[in-house]
């Protein structure tokens, strides 16, 4: 049984430059999180997906933002133009559809963004 | 909005006795509130989840209480071993995706 996977699990990037996550969530999850977290913070919603339909991108930080689940299975999300403040550990989580679970989530191990 | 709060940043216990971190939310009570373990440098970690018309839930040795009236989840951990020793974060569900607590940090000391 894999868990959730994420690559890369470390990112060092020049401010300006655009980068990019995959999630790869459990195979028989059809939904699908993201999360920002800085240290000493809870993670901070951002998105969800359910299959491929993005259901709330209205806390995504800012339109530099974007994410995608093109097929309802692996999503990536983007970040163009970073700047310092997106340094952060950027979590993905998958869970099963409401209804076959209570909304308990399984987290991924994290990107960690540097930007310089 | 509804907050998550989770008023304690760390706690330092002794081997053996019983750890218990606090949760606080406000306005209405939440369908669920779920807690997690983080370990530093990587994703939290399912650890239990209560409904709000339940008044407790057990798992080994971990123990979850809702206290609606208070609007207050208190969580234990019975017999603590330096294993223990974490980031426990509080997080409420119901309709929407999970928000999270900032998290408590423990140490259990041998």
């Known amino acids: 049984d894999t868990g959730v996977s994420q690559d890369p699990r470390h990112k060092i990037t020049k401010r300006g430059q655009n980068v990019t996550f995959r999630c790869d969530p459990i195979?028989?999850?059809?939904?699908l999180y993201w999360y920002r977290q800085t240290l000493g913070q809870g993670p901070e919603f951002l998105t969800y997906f359910q299959n491929e339909a993005q259901l709330e991108k209205s806390r995504l930080l800012s339109d530099r933002f974007s994410a995608e689940r093109p097929k309802g299975s692996f999503s990536t999300l983007e970040i163009q133009r970073t700047e310092q403040g997106d340094s952060a550990m950027y979590l993905c989580?998958?869970?099963?559809?409401?209804?076959?679970?209570?909304?308990?989530?399984?987290f991924g191990p994290g990107t960690r963004l540097t930007v310089t | 909005s509804q907050k998550i709060e989770q008023n304690s940043e760390a706690l330092n216990i002794q081997e053996g006795k019983t750890a218990t971190l606090t949760c606080n939310y406000t306005n209405y009570s939440p369908a669920y509130l779920q807690w997690y373990r983080q370990d530093p440098g990587r994703g939290p970690v399912f650890l239990l989840l209560?409904?709000?018309?339940?008044k407790e839930k057990r798992k080994e040795r971990l123990k979850v209480t809702f206290d609606t009236t208070l609007k207050q989840s208190l969580f234990h951990i019975t017999a603590s071993q330096p294993a223990d020793s974490a980031t426990y974060l509080c997080?409420?569900?119901?309709?929407?995706?999970?928000?999270f607590g900032k998290g408590t940090r423990l140490s259990v000391i041998a």
């Open positions: 989580a998958s869970s099963l559809p409401v209804g076959a679970s209570r909304g308990e989530q399984y």
């Open positions: 209560i409904r709000e018309n339940e």
């Open positions: 195979s028989e999850h059809n939904r």
């Open positions: 997080s409420y569900s119901g309709n929407t995706p999970l928000v």
